[in-house]
């Protein structure tokens, strides 16, 4: 079997054992947040960051919601990485804005961090604030979630069917996945261009 067929071979197992209940979940407690008129925080590192700040682009946009990336501004988070450390920037600059109980962190993560082998300790931290203020905490990350998953109020867990590519395929899914929030009729309140145009 060719590489790109054993890739999509497995996504296919992959698609067929995620928890839709849970991906509804996630919809009904961003649209609790959306209502409520709290705020969206999404947050990740490398492929991660990369989605956080797509996402925080498309909630807004389509879904009309307050959201964003402190990854997305390059000055503050180096400066709070200099200044302040890795593992405290993230947390840091959810506390400069007032992250609190209306509000949700939104968390991509490969491996959801771990704080004992002192993995992806800034989005650990992050969490760890979120919680302690009462705000919201959903994730989408792979192998067993680690602290993510754990301390999330929803979380979706990409499931490891080759251990050969679990970056690759947690981050696809990632992407189909928030895409498949923002495209949902109870998130979403304005069309993309293509799916406007006429």
């Keep these: 079997m060719s590489f790109s067929k054993r890739y999509l071979e497995v996504a296919k197992q992959i698609i067929d054992s995620i928890d839709t209940s849970a991906i509804e979940k996630m919809v009904q407690v961003l649209k609790k947040i959306r209502d409520e008129e709290g705020r969206l925080f999404f947050i990740g590192s490398g492929g991660?960051?990369?989605?956080?700040?797509?996402?925080?682009?498309?909630?807004?946009?389509?879904?009309?919601?307050?959201?964003y990336c402190p990854t997305d501004n390059v000055s503050?988070?180096?400066?709070?990485i200099n200044d302040e450390g890795w593992d405290l920037s993230i947390a840091n600059y959810l506390k400069v804005s007032r992250i609190n109980s209306k509000d949700c962190l939104f968390v991509f993560s490969v491996g959801g961090g771990n704080e004992e082998k002192n993995i992806s300790t800034n989005?650990?931290?992050?969490?760890?604030?979120?919680?302690e203020v009462g705000a919201k905490v959903i994730s989408i990350v792979g192998r067993d979630g680690g602290y993510a998953a754990k301390n999330s109020d929803v979380s979706i867990i990409i499931p490891t069917i080759d251990p050969s590519l679990i970056t690759a395929?947690?981050?696809?899914?990632?992407?189909?996945?928030?895409?498949?929030?923002?495209?949902?009729?109870?998130?979403?309140?304005n069309l993309p261009k293509w799916e406007s145009t006429k």
């Design 123 to 131: 989005l650990v931290n992050a969490v760890k604030l979120a919680k």
């Design 76 to 80: 503050e988070l180096s400066a709070r």
């Design 48 to 67: 991660g960051a990369g989605h956080a700040s797509h996402a925080t682009c498309d909630f807004r946009k389509l879904c009309g919601f307050e959201a």
């Design 169 to 189: 395929l947690t981050e696809s899914f990632q992407a189909m996945i928030w895409h498949l929030l923002v495209s949902h009729p109870d998130l979403q309140v």
